[in-house]
């Protein structure tokens, strides 16, 4: 069973960089046919894809995000990551790592950053 812990800051101040980590159990980044992805979730609005990393190490991003984020990961401690630069208050959301084959079976807990001076 797949396990996924983020962490990261709680609060950032605006145009600052967000990194986001998240830690797995259970399962292997390498692992064939896995994905390893970011989903949002701004207070009274839906679910927003970010992006996610193949298990070949292939990154996707939204395209409206593009020009502020980025995904990596290390295999070695089995952890993947997502990086946000320039965040704004519209980045205030709570932040899940997902992952699955198709689509994502399996959900972090989830972690709140707020975006504030």
């Known amino acids: 069973q797949v396990q996924l812990q983020e962490s990261g800051p709680g609060l950032v101040k605006p145009s600052q960089t967000l990194s986001l980590t998240c830690t797995v159990s259970?399962?292997?980044?390498?692992?064939?046919?896995?994905?390893w992805g970011w989903i949002r979730q701004p207070p009274g609005k839906g679910l927003e894809w970010m992006g996610a990393?193949?298990?070949?190490?292939?990154?996707y991003v939204r395209p409206p995000l593009k020009s502020h984020t980025s995904m990596s990961w290390d295999t070695s401690k089995n952890q993947f990551s997502l990086q946000l630069s320039s965040v704004t208050p519209e980045d205030t959301a709570m932040y899940y790592c997902?992952?699955?084959?198709?689509?994502?079976?399996?959900w972090g807990q989830g972690t709140q950053v707020t975006v504030s001076s």
């Open positions: 990393i193949a298990w070949n190490g292939r990154s």
């Open positions: 259970g399962g292997s980044l390498t692992t064939s046919s896995y994905f």
């Open positions: 997902v992952s699955g084959i198709r689509g994502y079976a399996y």
